[in-house]
């Protein structure tokens, strides 16, 4: 089993940063590809990017060029660093482990023009 608590969630302007953190305890081998979703109202849940062991990441298109995800091991964290925020970023972000299906409680984005 494993886990995890997002944090760093707020209300910022148009143009603004937040950086996302998740910590994560558990089944090792489940955090070694760790993903960052999000969900607005009245929409489905959609990928926002992915870490792998390999150290590779992936982005979805609307966030290329803005977001970082970036895993600290030894911290048990993964991040999500949100720069030139806009009012589409406005949902509840999860991060769930990769090779297990385990996800956080959320930590709430808004983003005010």
């Known amino acids: 089993q494993v886990h995890l608590v997002e944090s760093g969630g707020g209300s910022v302007q148009t143009g603004g940063s937040l950086k996302l953190s998740c910590v994560y305890f558990?089944?090792?081998?489940?955090?070694?590809?760790m993903s960052w979703y999000r969900q607005a109202p009245g929409k489905e849940r959609e990928l926002v990017s992915s870490?792998?062991?390999?150290?590779?990441?992936m982005y979805a298109d609307s966030v290329k060029g803005r977001f970082t995800i970036s895993q600290n091991n030894a911290k048990n964290t993964v991040y999500l660093q949100m720069n030139s925020l806009k009012p589409e970023d406005t949902a509840m972000y999860y991060c769930?482990?990769?090779?297990?299906?385990?996800w956080g409680q959320g930590t709430q984005v808004t983003v005010s023009s």
């Open positions: 769930k482990t990769g090779r297990c299906p385990y």
């Open positions: 870490i792998y062991s390999s150290g590779n990441t």
């Open positions: 558990g089944v090792v081998s489940c955090t070694y590809d």
